[in-house]
T-cell receptor, first 115, second 113 residues
Framework: NAGVTQTPKFRILKIGQSMTLQCTQDMNHNYMYWYRQDPGMGLKLIYYSVGAGITDKGEVPNGYNVSRSTTEDFPLRLELAAPSQTSVYFCASSSLGTGILYGYTFGSGTRLTVV | GQNIDQPTEMTATEGAIVQINCTYQ??????LFWYQQHAGEAPTFLSYNVLDGLEEKGRFSSFLSRSKGYSYLLLKELQMKDSASYLC??????????????FGKGTKLSVKP
């Protein structure tokens, strides 16, 4: 039982490049989330999904896209990387049952630097 | 608007007790969570409160007052490994029936010998 798996763990991008941050969970959770965490700023919600085929914007969606074709996978796409997207990205998941009591299960994070 | 406030940093001594406060103003309320996050790692679940009162779990306890928009996390018998950031998060009423978590900026706790 791996939980929530994120890849890559680290990445350096040049301005204007694109990349996809991968997130997979094996807990059959309906809900999945992408957050970014900047120093001193707390976790900000980028996008979330309540099930396969359904996604919605969070607080800071600009510059990002997501898809949810399966229950397990929730990739985050950066199309034109900008220095403002330098951050640590966390994917998380929860189910309706456990989510009520335990909140989210987080992946280990992706540390992205845009130069 | 959504606002969650907690102190930026705290320092305490090994073996002591520390209380980390959190106040919140959110458009909806569907529970309050505390997470622990060690440097360079992911947040991990500590506690959950949805009704007023104290929830105790070993060395950690969490209190909630919904009328005051206030919670605290109490850590007893502090150990060096408790040095970490502590995140207060409120679940709002959006994002389907479950709601999404809104996080405070976190309190960095340093435990000294």
């Amino acid at each position: 039982n791996a939980g929530v798996t994120q890849t890559p763990k680290f990445r350096i991008l040049k301005i204007g490049q694109s990349m996809t941050l991968q997130c997979t969970q094996d807990m059959n959770h309906n809900y999945m989330y992408w957050y970014r965490q900047d120093p001193g700023m707390g976790l900000k919600l980028i996008y979330y999904s309540v099930g396969a085929g359904i996604t919605d914007k969070g607080e800071v969606p600009n510059g990002y896209n997501v898809s949810r074709s399966t229950t397990e996978d929730f990739p985050l796409r950066l199309e034109l990387a900008a220095p403002s997207q330098t951050s640590v990205y966390f994917c998380a998941s929860s189910s309706l049952g456990t989510g009520i009591l335990y909140g989210y299960t987080f992946g280990s994070g992706t540390r992205l630097t845009v130069v | 608007g959504q606002n969650i406030d907690q102190p930026t940093e705290m320092t305490a001594t090994e073996g002591a007790i520390v209380q980390i406060n959190c106040t919140y103003q959110t458009s909806g309320f569907n529970g309050l969570f505390w997470y622990q996050q060690h440097a360079g790692e992911a947040p991990t679940f500590l506690s959950y409160n949805v009704l007023d009162g104290l929830e105790e779990k070993g060395r950690f306890s969490s209190f909630l007052s919904r009328s005051k928009g206030y919670s605290y996390l109490l850590l007893k018998e502090l150990q060096m490994k408790d040095s970490a950031s502590y995140l207060c998060a409120v679940r709002d009423n959006y994002g389907g029936s479950q709601g999404n978590l809104i996080f405070g900026k976190g309190t960095k706790l340093s435990v000294k010998p």
